[in-house]
């Protein structure tokens, strides 16, 4: 019994220590918050301008330039780059492995487009 009394004792000790710490820090904290968020980038469309994706859905035809988007090839690559592409591709996006079954479609009919 007069040990359970020593240990929340020290328990309350420790959460008031804990409490003053955490106000004591809260300015420090909220200074370098503010900073962060000033120096982190921007998302807005300007950004967006220059980026290494595709932006736009797909086309109602498959054409070939999409086809090769899709890839991740050349639109004159050769047969082997194509199945290359085409099983690393469906290795992360087959739908047995959480993939999106349209997704794979279009990259199966990317594929076949590029075959002939």
Request: aromatic fraction near 6%; hydrophobic fraction near 40%.
């Amino acid at each position: 019994m007069g040990s359970s009394i020593i240990m929340a004792g020290l328990g309350m000790a420790a959460i008031g220590y804990a409490g003053r710490y955490a106000v004591r820090a809260m300015p420090q904290l909220a200074k370098t918050a503010e900073e962060a968020m000033k120096n982190a980038p921007k998302l807005d469309s300007s950004s967006w301008v220059n980026s290494k994706y595709y932006k736009g859905g797909f086309e109602p035809k498959m054409s070939k330039r999409e086809a090769a988007l899709i890839l991740g090839v050349s639109p004159t690559a050769n047969v082997k780059k194509i199945r290359d592409a085409h099983k690393r591709i469906m290795i992360l996006n087959h739908p047995d492995r959480g993939g999106s079954p349209y997704i794979a479609a279009k990259i199966n009919e990317a594929k076949d487009f590029l075959d002939k």
